[in-house]
T-cell receptor
Framework: EAQVTQNPRYLITVTGKKLTVTCSQN?????MSWYRQDPGLGLRQIYY???????DKGDVPEGYKVSRKEKRNFPLILESPSPNQTSLYFC?????????????????FGPGTRLTVL | SQKIEQNSEALNIQEGKTATLTCNYT??????LQWYRQDPGRGPVFLLL?????KEKRKERLKVTFDTTLKQSLFHITASQPADSATYLC????????????FGTGTRLTIIP
């Protein structure tokens, strides 16, 4: 089954304790992205990656790191979590065709990770 | 900066009627626009895409229109059913180069039996 998986699904942690949220897709997609979703603010992009070893900042990258060593995996790292990073996080992937005006960017989302930082 | 507004936070519609959701944007017109459905506790699921040179797209009971003059997209669900109850998100892509989508905050639709 084609899917994006995230782990853990739920996490409660304390301020300053490093954590990693994993994301994996089995669709051979080039493009992967991380979003956070907060009430009243919608989905905001944290980081994205257009291919292996290529990552770039989204709208709210502060306090986060990512890596893309393999095509299928795109972990999100919080080196020193703070309470304002309490949120619902989604990983997404899409087939990036890279041709101007012919790209079809349907994004496939993971089930989400609910993170609480105390 | 680019702003996206979805008409209302919540919308209640009687079963069988047509539900119409609005997505308005400011400044630049997107290269394309997408609509997603999100159920509580789940990730968004893609529904439809419409490009800047298209006026209308249909898929079963769903219809999307795109008016670049009004800077608006309308999303219609005809013959609505309680199973259509969910939050609907519009997402705009302003730059083909990086596939970046900018999402609206969503409209929570409830279909009343």
């Amino acid at each position: 089954e084609a899917q994006v998986t995230q782990n853990p699904r739920y996490l409660i942690t304390v301020t300053g304790k490093k954590l990693t949220v994993t994301c994996s897709q089995n669709m051979n997609h080039e493009y992967m992205s991380w979003y956070r979703q907060d009430p009243g603010l919608g989905l905001r992009q944290i980081y994205y990656s257009m291919n292996v070893e290529v990552t770039d900042k989204g709208d709210v990258p502060e306090g986060y790191k990512v890596s893309r060593k393999e095509k299928r995996n795109f972990p999100l790292i919080l080196e020193s979590p703070s309470p304002n990073q309490t949120s619902l996080y989604f990983c997404a992937s899409s087939l990036y065709q890279g041709t101007f005006r012919h790209s079809y960017n349907e994004q496939f989302f993971g089930p989400g990770t609910r993170l609480t930082v105390l | 900066s680019q702003k996206i507004e979805q008409n209302s936070e919540a919308l209640n519609i009687q079963e069988g009627k047509t539900a119409t959701l609005t997505c308005n944007y400011t400044n630049y017109s997107p290269a394309y626009l997408q609509w997603y459905r999100q159920d509580p506790g789940r990730g968004p699921v893609f529904l439809l895409l419409i490009r800047e040179n298209e006026k209308e797209k249909r898929k079963e009971r769903l219809k999307v229109t795109f008016d670049t003059t009004l800077k608006q997209s309308l999303f219609h669900i005809t013959a609505s059913q309680p199973a259509d109850s969910a939050t609907y998100l519009c997402a705009l892509a302003f730059n083909f180069g990086n596939e970046k989508l900018t999402f609206g905050t969503g409209t929570r639709l409830t279909i009343i039996p």
